[in-house]
Every structure is written in structure tokens, then in C-alpha cells.
């Protein structure tokens, strides 16, 4: 996705909470993104439970 996506949304309980590319969105302190990223580094399988979604917006002109 980070290569693919013109743009990634991150959302929570329906509202959008940040919105950019993956090096905008890693770059912000105590983002959403960022803390997701960290959390899931540690354990991959921490949205097992279903709590997470992910979609691409605005393709970089491949296929997610």
C-alpha cells in the first residue's frame, strides 16, 4: 500500500482521524498511523479480532 496509494485514510468509530501519504503519515508524533504501525511491529496479529480495516484511495497507478 505505501507505494501504491495516492492517499491513505486512517479512520475510527466512522470519522476520519488523519489523511496522507504513508511517509506523511509516519512522520507526524503520536499519530494514529504511526502507533499502529508500532503496535502491529510488535505483534502482528493485535487486529486479529477483527477491530481494523484498511482501504487505499486514489490509486498511485497500480493495484492495492
Excluded at 499502529?36 to 497507478?61: E, N
Aim: glycine residues 20%; negative net charge; aromatic residues 0%.
Amino acid at each position: 500500500i505505501r507505494n501504491e496509494a495516492g492517499a491513505i485514510v486512517v479512520m475510527a468509530e466512522g470519522r476520519i482521524v488523519e489523511r496522507g501519504t504513508h511517509t506523511e503519515l509516519m512522520a507526524r508524533e503520536g499519530g494514529l498511523c504511526r502507533t499502529l504501525a508500532a503496535t502491529l511491529a510488535q505483534d502482528p496479529h493485535a487486529l486479529d479480532d477483527g477491530g481494523g480495516a484498511a482501504a487505499v484511495v486514489g490509486g498511485g497507478g497500480g493495484s492495492a
